[in-house]
T-cell receptor, first 113, second 111 residues
Framework: RKEVEQDPGPFNVPEGATVAFNCTYS??????FFWYRQDCRKEPKLLMS???SGNEDGRFTAQLNRASQYISLLIRDSKLSDSATYLC??????????????FGRGTSLIVHP | EPEVTQTPSHQVTQMGQEVILRCVPI?????FYWYRQILGQKVEFLVS????????KSEIFDDQFSVERPDGSNFTLKIRSTKLEDSAMYFC?????????FGPGTRLTVT
């Protein structure tokens, strides 16, 4: 089983739509979780951390379900500029308190007029 | 806003040559990372660095790779004898603890 799995998409949505992405992870010892966005041939940019209680930042809402080992990202009122690949990142803790950040392959979002 | 910077932006080298990729992390960050991303594939962890030593490394980070923090600002990745399959985008990232901030990357092309 892959460590971090995401539906590659693409998700093709009109402007103004609400879209949701899920990400599942296999390591139950994972301690911290993030969503990044990556534009074509650019570096990943931190979108938001994902907290156990769920968190919201403007049009973006992230949730964590530890029991089912998945995290989600909801984007409301999609903008053309939201078109990008969304990367799920999980930090499974290993001995000594360090961790190896593990990336999913990303979900591609295309927002069209 | 402070940024991670990387040089060069593009490096072309011949197979078997040594390359050094350079990164300047955000100044008050404590944790530093190197990743690679082969075109069309996912971001892969190479190595993490904390307190002037390697804290974790992946199976990709074999003996041909090394990292250094030669002074208080630069963080370098050296590939001793490049192979064709080392062609990829190499990203440096720095972190105050958990959230990572990536540099713009160095595109390495091995011919």
């Amino acid at each position: 089983r892959k460590e971090v799995e995401q539906d590659p998409g693409p998700f093709n949505v009109p402007e103004g739509a609400t879209v949701a992405f899920n990400c599942t992870y296999s390591n139950s010892a994972s301690q911290s979780f993030f969503w990044y966005r990556q534009d074509c041939r650019k570096e990943p940019k931190l979108l938001m951390s994902v907290y156990s209680s769920g968190n919201e930042d403007g049009r973006f809402t992230a949730q964590l379900n530890r029991a089912s080992q998945y995290i989600s990202l909801l984007i409301r009122d999609s903008k053309l500029s939201d078109s990008a690949t969304y990367l799920c990142v999980v930090n499974p803790q290993i001995s000594g308190g360090s961790y190896i950040p593990t990336f999913g392959r990303g979900t591609s979002l295309i927002v069209h007029p | 806003e402070p940024e991670v910077t990387q040089t060069p932006s593009h490096q072309v080298t011949q197979m078997g040559q040594e390359v050094i990729l350079r990164c300047v992390p955000i100044s008050n960050h404590l944790y530093f990372y190197w990743y690679r991303q082969i075109l069309g594939q996912k971001v892969e962890f190479l190595v993490s660095f904390y307190n002037n030593e390697i804290s974790e490394k992946s199976e990709i980070f074999d003996d041909q790779f090394s990292v250094e923090r030669p002074d208080g600002s630069n963080f370098t990745l050296k590939i001793r004898s490049t192979k064709l399959e080392d062609s990829a985008m190499y990203f440096c990232a720095s972190s105050p603890r958990n959230e990572q901030y990536f540099g713009p990357g160095t595109r390495l092309t091995v011919t």
